[in-house]
């Protein structure tokens, strides 16, 4: 009798492939290895969610280029984002941890530079991480909000407008249900991200064809298609810089695809699967979010007025086109609102995953030491789950968002610095793949070949760019009121990182370190 592919025999025992090779990498297995290839995908696709980034920043799509560079910038951001992809599956095979990215850079820096090359890539992966699951439910808190507005009448109709201290409980209430969730068994976990990806996929194709159908007036397919928006009312009249900013939108969607590298220690035969769940993750959400713009913008047939604050949903450019286009036809937007409860749905999954991610990648790097406190962020509860790496993140996440009391510019920069925190995190690894340990890199299961080093390349090149992309002034004449502060933000973390190496983390951080018994 023949073993799966993704058990390998080591003595006399049938080990799985991925727990061999973390064996041999130096680590025991603690975490409940239980996540099969399909489960591994669900996370990653649900963390992407493509409901969740184009509903919550297609605003700035239209309102940089409108449908051009959405329907072109998609697929521009898609192809670069795919060889990120690609590059960070080839890694993965070789080192699939729970750590990732973090581990990769000190195992690819060479020992020389291994502690450094891992405190810098894992504070960047972790921060862009919690940054990212406090915009996540941060985006569903105002959601719920629009859904509360229309429900009540809608802006024009006397609808309740909730404070920002409202919405800040409102995401509270969604993280402690989110820490109380990823505090259930990972068999548990498993089905609801399966359930969460069918969701995602059901909610994109039910919405592509129902909003435009139920429409009595629609976009034409030159509009859709070759239409670009140049009056923004920012002062930026550049088009070729409208079209950049424009990429937000895309760029946004497309992350938080590392996750699968997370649950690389509770997957089965994780050294293939991960790089699976990584790459098919990433191209179903291409082509799934393709669809979903598609199908909006054929409902779209004045842009200038779904921008408006002054509309029924308060400007909120995709709540506003479903209640309308169900208004218009049956005298009540009803339908419209339950729409937006399935992009809610998706958005609830979406920060799920989130802390799911989040939480593994504390439990790593706080198992090799590298957070304060470490020895009780890495504790696993009798269910194999690391409990207290999920109410830490809960706990961050809930704090981060506070910003949004003081500033809602702060906390926008915040969100951006997610996204550029994890493509930095993304890119030093694969920098380190194809510079330091170019000559010695040992390939998994799944390789690039010969195209590893000029994939590489391009990926890191593509992370370069869309990191000053979202540092430019989205908006003229430049004021405290409308600077982009993500660059000042960005720059403040790096001080902070660098700062806390200097003064005490280069004299005890060794990088990874092995949990073996001897």
């Given at each position: 009798?023949?073993?799966?592919?993704?058990?390998?025999?080591?003595?006399?025992?049938?080990?799985?492939?991925?727990?061999?090779?973390?064996?041999?990498?130096?680590?025991?297995?603690?975490?409940?290895?239980?996540?099969?290839?399909?489960?591994?995908?669900?996370?990653?696709?649900?963390?992407?969610?493509?409901?969740?980034?184009?509903?919550?920043?297609?605003?700035?799509?239209?309102?940089?280029?409108?449908?051009?560079?959405?329907?072109?910038?998609?697929?521009?951001?898609?192809?670069?984002?795919?060889?990120?992809?690609?590059?960070?599956?080839?890694?993965?095979?070789?080192?699939?941890?729970?750590?990732?990215?973090?581990?990769?850079?000190?195992?690819?820096?060479?020992?020389?530079?291994?502690?450094?090359?891992?405190?810098?890539?894992?504070?960047?992966?972790?921060?862009?991480?919690?940054?990212?699951?406090?915009?996540?439910?941060?985006?569903?808190?105002?959601?719920?909000?629009?859904?509360?507005?229309?429900?009540?009448?809608?802006?024009?109709?006397?609808?309740?407008?909730?404070?920002?201290?409202?919405?800040?409980?409102?995401?509270?209430?969604?993280?402690?249900?989110?820490?109380?969730?990823?505090?259930?068994?990972?068999?548990?976990?498993?089905?609801?991200?399966?359930?969460?990806?069918?969701?995602?996929?059901?909610?994109?194709?039910?919405?592509?064809?129902?909003?435009?159908?139920?429409?009595?007036?629609?976009?034409?397919?030159?509009?859709?298609?070759?239409?670009?928006?140049?009056?923004?009312?920012?002062?930026?009249?550049?088009?070729?810089?409208?079209?950049?900013?424009?990429?937000?939108?895309?760029?946004?969607?497309?992350?938080?695809?590392?996750?699968?590298?997370?649950?690389?220690?509770?997957?089965?035969?994780?050294?293939?699967?991960?790089?699976?769940?990584?790459?098919?993750?990433?191209?179903?959400?291409?082509?799934?979010?393709?669809?979903?713009?598609?199908?909006?913008?054929?409902?779209?047939?004045?842009?200038?007025?779904?921008?408006?604050?002054?509309?029924?949903?308060?400007?909120?450019?995709?709540?506003?086109?479903?209640?309308?286009?169900?208004?218009?036809?049956?005298?009540?937007?009803?339908?419209?609102?339950?729409?937006?409860?399935?992009?809610?749905?998706?958005?609830?999954?979406?920060?799920?995953?989130?802390?799911?991610?989040?939480?593994?990648?504390?439990?790593?790097?706080?198992?090799?030491?590298?957070?304060?406190?470490?020895?009780?962020?890495?504790?696993?509860?009798n269910q194999d789950v690391p409990i207290y790496a999920v109410w830490l993140s809960v706990f961050i996440s809930f704090c981060m968002?506070?910003?949004?009391?003081?500033?809602?510019?702060?906390?926008?920069?915040?969100?951006?610095?997610?996204?550029?925190?994890?493509?930095?995190?993304?890119?030093?690894?694969?920098?380190?793949?194809?510079?330091?340990?170019?000559?010695?890199?040992?390939?998994?299961?799944?390789?690039?070949?010969?195209?590893?080093?000029?994939?590489?390349?391009?990926?890191?090149?593509?992370?370069?760019?869309?990191?000053?992309?979202?540092?430019?002034?989205?908006?003229?004449?430049?004021?405290?009121?409308?600077?982009?502060?993500?660059?000042?933000?960005?720059?403040?973390?790096?001080?902070?990182?660098?700062?806390?190496?200097?003064?005490?983390?280069?004299?005890?951080?060794?990088?990874?370190?092995?949990?073996?018994?001897?």
């Amino acid at each position: 009798m023949t073993l799966p592919a993704h058990v390998v025999t080591n003595g006399d025992v049938s080990l799985d492939s991925g727990h061999n090779r973390l064996l041999q990498l130096g680590y025991k297995q603690e975490l409940k290895r239980d996540l099969s290839v399909v489960s591994n995908f669900a996370l990653s696709f649900s963390i992407i969610s493509v409901l969740t980034g184009i509903t919550t920043l297609y605003n700035t799509g239209l309102n940089y280029g409108g449908p051009v560079s959405m329907q072109y910038g998609w697929f521009l951001a898609s192809a670069f984002t795919m060889l990120v992809a690609l590059s960070m599956a080839e890694i993965c095979s070789a080192f699939p941890t729970s750590g990732g990215l973090y581990y990769w850079s000190a195992k690819l820096a060479g020992s020389k530079w291994a502690p450094f090359a891992s405190w810098i890539t894992g504070w960047f992966n972790i921060i862009g991480l919690w940054a990212g699951t406090t915009s996540v439910d941060f985006s569903l808190a105002q959601l719920i909000q629009v859904i509360i507005l229309l429900s009540t009448g809608g802006k024009n109709g006397g609808g309740y407008v909730a404070s920002k201290y409202v919405i800040i409980a409102i995401h509270g209430a969604i993280l402690l249900l989110h820490g109380i969730i990823n505090s259930l068994p990972i068999s548990l976990l498993s089905f609801l991200g399966q359930l969460s990806a069918i969701w995602n996929v059901f909610g994109v194709f039910v919405l592509m064809i129902l909003i435009p159908s139920v429409a009595t007036e629609r976009a034409s397919n030159k509009f859709v298609f070759t239409h670009f928006n140049a009056e923004n009312g920012d002062g930026i009249n550049s088009r070729p810089c409208m079209f950049l900013l424009g990429l937000l939108m895309s760029q946004y969607t497309l992350s938080g695809y590392d996750a699968s590298a997370h649950m690389t220690e509770e997957t089965k035969g994780a050294d293939r699967n991960g790089p699976k769940g990584i790459i098919s993750a990433v191209g179903i959400s291409i082509i799934v979010g393709w669809g979903y713009i598609i199908g909006i913008t054929y409902a779209v047939t004045d842009i200038p007025y779904l921008l408006s604050e002054n509309n029924d949903a308060g400007g909120y450019a995709i709540a506003e086109i479903f209640y309308q286009v169900f208004k218009t036809r049956y005298g009540n937007g009803i339908g419209g609102i339950i729409c937006l409860g399935i992009v809610a749905v998706a958005i609830f999954f979406c920060g799920m995953g989130s802390v799911t991610s989040v939480s593994r990648m504390a439990y790593a790097f706080s198992r090799d030491g590298a957070m304060p406190f470490s020895s009780l962020w890495h504790k696993v509860n009798n269910q194999d789950v690391p409990i207290y790496a999920v109410w830490l993140s809960v706990f961050i996440s809930f704090c981060m968002a506070l910003t949004s009391l003081g500033s809602i510019v702060a906390f926008e920069a915040m969100v951006s610095i997610a996204v550029i925190d994890l493509y930095i995190a993304y890119a030093l690894p694969i920098f380190f793949r194809v510079t330091l340990a170019r000559k010695y890199f040992v390939p998994g299961p799944f390789n690039l070949g010969r195209y590893g080093i000029i994939v590489g390349w391009v990926a890191v090149i593509w992370v370069v760019i869309i990191s000053i992309l979202f540092s430019l002034p989205v908006s003229y004449p430049i004021t405290i009121e409308t600077l982009n502060y993500t660059p000042v933000a960005l720059g403040c973390l790096i001080i902070l990182i660098l700062s806390y190496w200097i003064l005490s983390g280069r004299h005890w951080f060794k990088g990874p370190i092995t949990n073996l018994e001897h």
